[in-house]
């Protein structure tokens, strides 16, 4: 088996241990983190139903049942103060982190003969919870395997995803619509197979009741979250590469997953527009939503309750939390996105609010699909360098032996 400077590329080590396996992990590690700044980054936002919106929970018979959270909260002051059970909707970080994969997983890719095509089919991707292989060295352009993680079975390890989700508890309690959708049973293409095929052909008065029954639709109730729910929703993005535009990627995917949130139809969540900030003489709305971007530990992040029910009560705690770093670390962004990196880096961190914050990841979006997208046959950033140089001295190695 070829090495090149302790380091092996193509096919890999058989077993699950040893030096072969040291190996190919201190070369994904070198990919990883090398030849780039590094800096960590997090997303604080209030999200907004505008229409109602199914997050699946499980299916009874007859019944699509929405995910929801039964918590314990305090009510009452002095003498009356107690506790009761309350329920809230509740989007959880395991269908965020779904869908802000398969944003970029369903997006198209351009090749050098102009034809587009999915990211996944591009790059031979599951659309599962994660990226799999059989063996050798990811693709270095494909995004998804470095930031959100991948498996291996031979040898049998894992790339360890660096975005972390959470959040995802309503605001509001209670407030769930149940809706009648006509469907047919689950079971009426099995039925259907078995009437054709003679297998459950029947004589007379029962052989009529089954056909009935097989043909007629049913009603179908599914519980949606009522327009109007606010969740609470954070990120956090551990030692991105800059050069590697892994910023961009991940401001793509939580963009483009809010278009895809939500089981079945209706999708599409927005992040709240309130008065939040009063910035100013003259007061504007702008969205609520937080970004932080470091290379130090970053301030405290700013989460509220899930205890809390009220809206107003919500805002005030989210702006508290918001604002209550130095103000030379809040950034006035004016759409220079190196700017923002620079500033991190000379401060230790930086934080970017309201309109600020969303025009910032906007744009690293909007150059993540433009330059790494509808390029990525020719992509020049430091991972596709480094491989590159890899099988070059490979390949130097082997006309040498």
């Known amino acids: ?18 030096e072969e396996s040291d190996t190919f992990v201190k070369f994904i590690d070198e ?28 299916s009874e018979r007859n019944l699509n049942v929405l995910e929801k959270v039964v918590l314990q909260v305090e009510v009452g002051e002095g003498e009356n103060r107690r506790y009761i059970d309350i329920e809230k909707p509740y989007y959880s970080p395991t269908k965020q982190r779904g869908i802000e994969r398969r ?30 292989y059989a063996n050798g060295v990811p693709d270095p352009r494909d ?12 040898p049998t390890m894992y790339l360890r995803g660096r975005v972390g989700y959470g959040g995802g508890v309503a605001i509001q309690p209670g407030p769930v619509l149940s809706k009648q959708r006509n469907r047919v049973d689950y079971k009426f293409y099995e039925q259907i197979e078995k009437l054709q095929s003679g297998e459950s052909k029947k004589e007379g008065k029962e052989s009529e009741k089954e ?5 007629a639709q049913m ?11 606010l969740i609470p929703v954070y990120r956090s993005y551990m030692l991105l590469g800059v050069e590697n535009m892994e910023p961009h990627a991940v401001a793509y995917a939580f963009l483009r997953g809010l278009e895809l949130a939500g089981a079945g139809t209706p999708k599409g969540i927005n992040i709240l527009e309130s008065y939040w900030l009063e910035r100013g003489k003259n007061e504007v709305k702008e969205k609520v939503i937080v970004v932080d971007i470091g290379v130090t530990l970053l301030p405290e992040p700013v989460v509220i309750s899930p205890a809390i029910i009220s809206v107003q009560e919500a805002l005030d705690e989210f ?44 744009d690293l979006a909007e150059k993540f699909s433009h330059d790494y997208l509808m390029n990525i046959e020719n992509l020049q950033i430091p991972r596709v360098a480094r491989i590159a140089r890899v099988v070059a001295e490979k390949k130097q190695e082997e006309k040498q032996g």
């Open 1 to 18: 088996m070829s090495r090149v400077r302790g380091r092996k590329v193509g096919k890999q080590a058989k077993g699950n241990n040893g």
């Open 31 to 58: 990919c990883i983190f090398a030849d780039c700044r590094l800096i960590n980054m997090a997303i604080y936002a209030i999200l907004e139903a505008p229409q109602e919106l199914y997050f699946g929970s499980h």
């Open 103 to 132: 944003a970029i997983a369903y997006s198209l890719v351009k090749m050098k003969n102009g034809e587009l095509k999915p990211y996944y089919k591009y790059f031979n991707l599951s659309i599962d919870v994660t990226n799999t």
């Open 143 to 154: 995004v998804l395997t470095y930031v959100w993680g991948a498996t291996w079975t031979k």
């Open 211 to 215: 056909e009935r029954e097989v043909t």
């Open 219 to 229: 009603i179908w109730v599914k519980e949606y979250v009522e327009p109007h729910i």
């Open 319 to 362: 702006k508290k939390k918001a604002c209550s770093i130095s103000n030379n670390k809040i950034l006035n962004y004016e759409n220079n996105i190196d700017d923002v990196f620079e500033n991190a880096v000379a401060k230790g961190y930086c934080r970017l609010l309201g309109n600020d914050a969303y025009e910032f990841l906007r």
